[in-house]
């Protein structure tokens, strides 16, 4: 399928340009805060949007949970929901 990628055994399409062009503006206008990704630079060519964020190393969350030997704590959980509901 032209345009398509996969990752992680998983089929992404390339996204309207449109829908791209407003999460950009989003991201730029919430300038990392509120626990977003920092946009550093953007970059347009004729075929891509290239974006270069800020190094996060934590690793991907849903990986952190399922990865777990136990569950997660109240306290854990209350975290990561605060975090994420004020993005």
Same mark, same amino acid.
């Given at each position: 399928?032209?345009?398509? !990628?996969?990752?992680? +055994? /998983? %089929?992404? /399409?390339?996204?309207?340009? =449109?829908?791209?062009?407003?999460? &950009?503006?989003? %991201?730029?206008?919430?300038?990392?805060?509120?626990?977003?990704?920092?946009?550093?630079?953007?970059? =347009? /060519?004729?075929?891509?949007?290239?974006? &270069?964020?800020?190094?996060?190393?934590?690793? =991907?969350?849903?990986?952190? !949970?399922? +990865?777990?030997?136990?569950?997660?704590?109240?306290?854990? !959980?209350?975290?990561?929901?605060?975090?994420?509901?004020?993005?």
């Amino acid at each position: 399928k032209k345009g398509a !990628v996969f990752k992680d +055994n /998983t %089929l992404y /399409t390339p996204i309207k340009p =449109e829908i791209l062009q407003a999460e &950009v503006e989003i %991201l730029r206008k919430l300038n990392g805060k509120h626990y977003c990704l920092y946009l550093e630079a953007i970059y =347009e /060519t004729p075929r891509m949007l290239l974006l &270069v964020s800020e190094y996060c190393g934590g690793g =991907e969350m849903m990986e952190y !949970v399922a +990865n777990r030997k136990e569950d997660l704590r109240s306290e854990d !959980v209350s975290r990561i929901s605060y975090q994420l509901f004020d993005a």
